[in-house]
Structure formats: structure tokens, C-alpha cells
């Protein structure tokens, strides 16, 4: 019954900031781990970042380290994205892991959200 709904995307200029959230309704996040995915067309689906369903394990992709950061509570879970590039455009997504455990691989997530355009352009 777990539903999932993203907000936060937009328009923004390279070297600027976006803050991404990803709501539930239906059931409590408190056991979930939770994922933040993008993909753009013609590309794979990949993972972004990834918490555990206690906040004790955080993962990020190579490509955002440094720029981007995970964190949750029981309601909903935020991704800060800083110092934005152009190959940040995508749609992200967010997904929800009924085991807990992070991961950054798509196929352990069973809930998904609808996806938010992100777009970093001049």
C-alpha cells in the first residue's frame, strides 16, 4: 500500500542547487531503506544515493560524491543536490526497499515513485 510522490524538480543553471523530496502515504518509511535513482532517455535506469532504513548506511554514486546528500526520517526522504552539472539532467526517481538494506542496484527496490524532472541548463 506504500505509495511514493517526488517533488522538487526544475530548471536550474549549472553550479546551482536543487532540493529533491520524496513523500509517502500508506505506510510509515521507518523500516524501509530508501534510494534516489535518475535515468535519462536511451540510459539505464542507475542509483544516485541510498540510505538504510536506520540512517547507518549511506552509499552515493562516484559521479555525486561530494555534491549531493541523502537524509531521511520516517515521513519522507530528501536529496540536497549541489554545484549541479549538465549531466545531472534526468528524471529521479525514488524508491523504497522493504528489506532496509541500502543499495544502489535497481532491483532491490518494490516501490517507486512517479519520477521529477530535473534539467540543468544554461
Known amino acids: 500500500q506504500l505509495q511514493l510522490v517526488e517533488s522538487g524538480g526544475g530548471l536550474v543553471q549549472p553550479g546551482g542547487s536543487l532540493r529533491l523530496s520524496c513523500a509517502a502515504s500508506g505506510s510509515t518509511l521507518r523500516h524501509y531503506a530508501m534510494g534516489w535513482f535518475r535515468q535519462t532517455p536511451g540510459k539505464e535506469r542507475e542509483g544516485v544515493s541510498c540510505i538504510s532504513a536506520r540512517g547507518g548506511s549511506i552509499q552515493y554514486a562516484d559521479s555525486v560524491k561530494g555534491r549531493f546528500t541523502i537524509f531521511r526520517d520516517n515521513a519522507k526522504i530528501t536529496l540536497q543536490m549541489n554545484s549541479l552539472k549538465p549531466e545531472d539532467t534526468a528524471v529521479y526517481y525514488c524508491?523504497?526497499?522493504?528489506?532496509?538494506?541500502?543499495?544502489?542496484?535497481?532491483?532491490?527496490?518494490?516501490?517507486w515513485g512517479q519520477g521529477t524532472q530535473v534539467t540543468v541548463s544554461s
Open positions: 524508491a523504497a526497499d522493504p528489506q532496509g538494506i541500502a543499495t544502489l542496484d535497481v532491483v532491490g527496490y518494490d516501490y
